[in-house]
Nanobody, 114 residues
Framework: QVQLVESGGGLVQAGGSLRLSCAAS????????MAWFRQAPGKEREFVTAVTWSDGSAYYTDSLKGRFTISRDNAKNTVYLQMNSLKPEDTAIYYCAAKYYAYWGQGTQVTVSS
């Protein structure tokens, strides 16, 4: 089993930045891929970005490229999501997932005010 705990969410004004963290614990040696998803009110959960643990290859949904950056710290079993130039439409619950979505965190709320 792998446990994921997200942190770093909050309220920010449009144009601001936030950095989310997702710490993995448990059988972390089996983690080879981690990702971020988000779910806005009344909408389906959508893919944001992912990173391959071995070589750090990153993948982004096209609409967020340039504003969002994923990174990882292998020693801490933690993945980060740096979000810049935030917009009100970025308001959502952000979820971390591991091992190609086999495990999920509880989510952290991000609210961007206009």
């Amino acid at each position: 089993q792998v446990q994921l705990v997200e942190s770093g969410g909050g309220l920010v004004q449009a144009g601001g930045s936030l950095r989310l963290s997702c710490a993995a614990s448990g059988r972390t040696r089996s983690v080879n891929h981690m990702a971020w998803f988000r779910q806005a009110p009344g909408k389906e959960r959508e893919f944001v970005t992912a990173v391959t643990w071995s070589d750090g290859s990153a993948y982004y949904t096209d609409s967020l490229k340039g504003r969002f950056t994923i990174s990882r710290d292998n020693a801490k079993n933690t993945v980060y999501l740096q979000m810049n130039s935030l917009k009100p439409e970025d308001t959502a619950i952000y979820y971390c997932a591991a091992k190609y979505y086999a495990y999920w965190g509880q989510g952290t709320q991000v609210t961007v005010s206009s």
